[in-house]
């Protein structure tokens, strides 16, 4: 599958397009009429209250008395709205009086999304943020997750990477686990989908509302899977739409991804310098006697990277009568990468039905169907950017890929050869359904049954020609290679409750809940892989056509199993004082028998304020809602099958014939449990000035015990280390939340909202020793990341760099050993053995920052929505993992620009090393390899203009929008590779802030339009 193709064959969205302006053309048209009215509030008029057509800019204000009259036809909607009430919207129909009644704006008095159902958020003993369908909208993501970064406080969200469909790194409120996962637990419409859910497989279009629970009271309710926060995810459903006819919405737009700004690197004539200067320190010949015109010149850049487009359509329908409620949507997306040879196209079906069978008995289904078809990259931005030097020619003389490196003087990897003959493409289908039934026996009792299946499929298809010029450059023939992978995940959840409401005299209120969750899940993969291919005829279609003495098959086969009971409990005093009871044991298949079940309970209480008497006569706060909760939530934090010994495969002899056999590669752990964790919480609500401000303060601390980490155990076990419950760690921070209603007149409204976040991460204990050194990977070795008691998870860790040599005598005084040179770089000797080792690593840095932040700001004109958002850390180090090859090291790969200034004998104060001196001084990880990775970002900006359909004649349209968007417009950073938000290992615990030349985040500048009928 090659995406590119496919978008430049396929014009769907002229079509879409032209489609669009014959239904404009064909709705009938409606005549206005006059309508009258009386907007009021508390049992008092209220003058100067706006009255608007929603999407026009027909309005008035009421009179002295409350009155309006304004001409409207049957089609449209009025929008009444006055400050420090809530906007009400009124269908017209043929009503020519309408008396609306205005409540106060409270943000308190919101509903929200909890577990196992909903509630006011005046009510909420517990800490919750929402992010709702607007702001989604008002971010054109092709994943949910990336809709969320800096949108709730105490969540701080990083992009993987910028490749299509590549996701994100959550923590909320930090992370509690060391080797476990630290990403939330996704609920989506009920159903829980587990913490690696491909949000692929989400149209964000579809997305009603987020909620993301983050305390004890909030998260207790899932117990084992709770303790990295809950993100609750609640699609459309025909609510809202009006009864009669079906509502139609068009959702179109096209954008255009930008390179963004590009790390500073040596030019041609610059790198044919340095790397001949490096060559004649080290004695060799030098690899560009002539002179650098005589080279080529080749960016290699714009040859494997360029501007790329995304399309995306969808179209719902929707709507309701007394007893059934309907939303289907059909989604289409495609995105080419900015990198060539990568893309997703994504196919998205859903539908929601709610039916009202009886008085007492409600039934319905969510149902999502995904097709996914993902291009993986051939090439990549690291070896466009860094790792071919500009002149290496593309193609050789007769025209035909060059696959030779002069300058290393072996074969290369050249990556536009590696677009036109390899493949790597991944296929998935997903369905994702759930089915309910609610009974109510009686008005104060409901009881209601769930069942959810999720089937997932996805086959990866891989072929690497035997015809690419680095194997055909040293004769290297059949060389050609291909595989083919699966990958089947089938399961079911089921979700049984039961709850009953009831008020005792005036002054007591209570709501029980109790359930039961049970889950099962499994996956089997099968693989074959296929070596000494001859021929590209049949690519991966036909493995036979391979060495079969090299062929290699592999299987695999896990799976797990789910209980939980769980209660929870809310009472409420005069609506003044609010306590929460929850309770929820777990068991798990992936512990042993004795240790399969844990419980995990919380309390929680709210003291409303401004429900006092003596708050009664202060025109200040309109609402001041104290809380706080402290529970317990545990992580399973181990794959199945960990407390079991593991075997491996090793091959014996027998009668002088090697055979295959098994051995034990892992010690059995039956005595493992799960990692606990217990929360503090307290906060403050305020609703101030009318409501014109909503403010929300939080404080917390979390301590994780029984952290499940590897164990070094003695030799003569036969084994180096166990997984063991051993150590702990703490959490603790602050968030702030801020929603001011700045300016709201009849045609002019601003609107703000800020975000802020901060959170310290501590390892209190490692089981007995004081570190423990991780090793990323095998290239990279030991030396730069260490788990430390007293510090964050992980710290950096390096030897520091002084700079440089600046002569002779300084280095014959400083008593070194070890070999080294004047210009060279220095690196601290801590401990005095005239040596620089690893032995003298300290922590240079942490991923952790000091603080996270949102801004926005909305503003609307008449017709004209406005609104920019900029999002960002401050305080926190990335690790850039390219600085060794290219800031320290020889001469073969592209450099940074700093080298400019390196020391020479014209330069010789210079604290950037020579050419040639890493020949001399081993290069060890180091203080300069980090960053400060602090950052703001203009994450988005969005320009819209709300038609008026009447004045066009076309009034069977509701709304119409359409809307200019940026996004990742500008960024101001300090590091090297310009971006640090990112992630080189993905979602690993141990290695989150390092960072190197990934698929870089693109400008994306977006057209669309939504039309509602």
Aim: hydrophobic content about 35%; some cysteine.
């Amino acid at each position: 599958m090659k995406l590119k193709t496919k978008l430049n064959e396929t014009p769907n969205f002229r079509r879409i397009g032209l489609f669009t302006i014959f239904l404009f053309s064909c709705v009938a048209m409606s005549f206005a009429q006059t309508v009258k009215g009386t907007v009021s509030a508390d049992g008092q008029p209220l003058p100067g209250a706006t009255v608007v057509v929603k999407g026009t800019t027909t309005g008035t204000s009421t009179d002295f008395d409350g009155n309006y009259t304004i001409n409207a036809s049957s089609e449209n909607t009025l929008v009444f709205s006055y400050v420090g009430y809530s906007t009400k919207e009124v269908v017209v129909g043929n009503q020519t009086t309408i008396d609306v009644v205005l409540e106060q704006d409270n943000a308190l008095d919101e509903v929200v999304v909890i577990g196992y159902g909903t509630q006011r958020k005046s009510d909420l003993t517990g800490s919750v943020s929402s992010v709702s369908s607007e702001d989604i909208a008002a971010l054109p993501v092709p994943r949910v997750d990336q809709a969320l970064q800096g949108r709730a406080s105490g969540v701080q969200v990083t992009q993987v990477n910028g490749a299509p469909g590549a996701g994100t790194v959550i923590r909320v409120r930090g992370g509690n686990s060391i080797t476990g996962s630290n990403e939330p637990l996704w609920v989506i419409d009920g159903i829980i989908v587990g913490t690696n859910f491909n949000l692929n497989n989400i149209n964000s279009n579809d997305i009603q509302s987020i909620e993301i629970l983050k305390d004890a009271s909030s998260i207790a309710i899932y117990g084992a899977r709770g303790a990295n926060g809950v993100v609750l995810v609640t699609t459309k459903s025909g609510k809202g739409a009006g009864t009669g006819k079906p509502q139609v919405s068009v959702n179109l737009y096209t954008s255009s991804q930008m390179l963004p700004e590009l790390p500073d690197r040596l030019n041609q004539r610059e790198q044919i310098e340095f790397t001949n200067e490096h060559a004649n320190f080290r004695g060799v010949a030098i690899p560009f006697p002539d002179d650098p015109s005589t080279y080529p010149d080749n960016d290699w850049v714009d040859l494997v990277l360029g501007t790329a487009p995304i399309y995306n359509a969808d179209v719902s329908i929707s709507g309701a009568t007394d007893n059934v409620n309907y939303y289907t949507s059909m989604n289409y997306f495609n995105q080419e990468g900015i990198v060539k040879s990568s893309g997703i196209e994504k196919y998205i079906f859903r539908t929601n039905l709610d039916l009202k069978l009886s008085d007492k008995l409600k039934t319905g289904f969510r149902l999502n169907y995904s097709r996914l078809e993902q291009d993986n990259a051939l090439a990549s931005f690291s070896q466009a950017a860094f790792g071919i030097l500009r002149t290496q020619p593309v193609f050789n003389d007769d025209g035909s890929y060059n696959g030779f490196d002069d300058v290393v003087g072996s074969p290369f990897n050249n990556p536009l050869a590696a677009i036109d003959l390899n493949t790597n493409e991944t296929f998935t289908n997903n369905l994702l359904a759930t089915v309910y039934l609610e009974y109510s026996p009686a008005p104060n009792w409901t009881i209601r049954s769930t069942f959810s299946p999720e089937f997932n499929n996805t086959k990866q298809n891989r072929f690497s020609s035997s015809q690419l010029p680095g194997l055909l450059a040293v004769g290297d023939f059949g060389q050609g290679s291909a595989s083919v992978r699966t990958v089947n995940t089938n399961g079911w959840n089921n979700e049984n409750t039961i709850q009953y409401q009831t008020d005792i005299g005036e002054d007591h209120s209570i709501t029980a809940l109790a359930g039961a969750s049970f889950q099962k899940v499994s996956t089997e993969v099968a693989q074959a892989e296929a070596f000494g291919i001859t021929s590209d005829a049949t690519g991966f279609n036909n493995l036979n056509n391979s060495d079969p003495t090299r062929s290699v098959v592999t299987s695999d086969f896990t799976g797990f199993q789910f209980a939980s009971f769980f209660g929870r409990l809310n009472y409420s005093y005069k609506d003044k004082y609010l306590l929460t009871l929850v309770g929820r044991s777990d068991g798990s298949s992936r512990f042993a028998e004795g240790n399969k079940y844990a419980f995990f309970p919380s309390i929680a209480g709210a003291w409303k304020i401004t429900e006092e008497d003596f708050m009664q006569d202060q025109d200040i706060f309109q609402d001041l809602k104290l809380r706080a909760s402290w529970g317990k939530s545990g992580n399973q934090a181990i794959d199945p099958y960990s407390t079991l010994g593991l075997l491996t495969g090793a091959n014996t002899t027998l009668n002088g014939v090697e055979v295959p056999g098994v051995t034990l590669g892992r010690p059995a752990n039956p005595n493992l449990q799960w990692e606990t964790t217990s929360s503090f919480d307290i906060a403050l609500e305020a609703s101030l000035f009318g409501g014109r401000v909503f403010t929300e303060f939080n404080y917390y601390y979390k301590e994780t015990e029984d952290l499940l980490l590897e164990r070094t155990i003695p030799r003569q076990t036969g084994f180096n280390s166990q997984l063991q419950n051993i150590g702990a760690l703490k959490n603790t921070g602050w968030e702030l939340l801020v929603n001011s209603t700045n300016i709201n007149t009849s045609n002019f409204n601003w609107n703000s909202t800020v975000t802020l976040s901060a959170n310290k991460n501590e390892i209190l204990d490692l089981g007995g020793v004081d570190f423990i050194d991780i090793v990323a990977d095998p290239i990279l070795g030991s030396g730069n990341t260490r788990l430390i008691v007293g510090e964050t998870v992980p710290a950096f860790v390096g030897v520091r760099y002084l700079g440089t040599w600046k002569s002779q005598e300084e280095i014959d005084a400083s008593g070194r050993t070890d070999p080294q040179i004047v210009g060279g770089s220095h690196f601290e000797d801590i401990n005095g053995d005239g040596i620089a080792s690893t032995e003298d690593a300290v922590v240079v840095g942490s991923p952790f920052p000091d603080l996270i932040f949102g801004i926005e700001n909305n503003f609307s004109y008449k017709n004209w929505d406005f609104s920019f958002y900029f999002q960002g850390t401050q305080g926190n180090e990335v690790y850039n993992l390219s600085m060794r090859n290219h800031y320290f090291n020889r001469g073969e790969t592209v450099k940074f620009g700093d080298i400019r200034n390196r020391w020479t004998v014209d330069n010789p104060t210079s604290n950037i090393p020579r050419a040639g001196g890493d020949n001399v001084t081993n290069t060890l990880p180091n203080s300069e390899y980090v960053e400060d990775g602090s950052h703001i970002r203009l994450k988005t900006v969005r320009l819209a203009y709300n038609f008026q359909p009447e004045k066009m004649g076309l009034n069977g349209i509701k709304n119409a929008t359409v809307y200019l968007s940026g996004t990742n417009l500008l960024l101001f950073s300090n590091t090297r590779l310009i971006d640090p938000e990112a992630s080189n290992f993905g979602r690993n615990n141990l290695l989150q802030g390092y960072i190197s030349a990934q698929y870089p985040n693109p400008r994306v500048v977006t057209l669309g339009l939504n039309v509602t009928f």
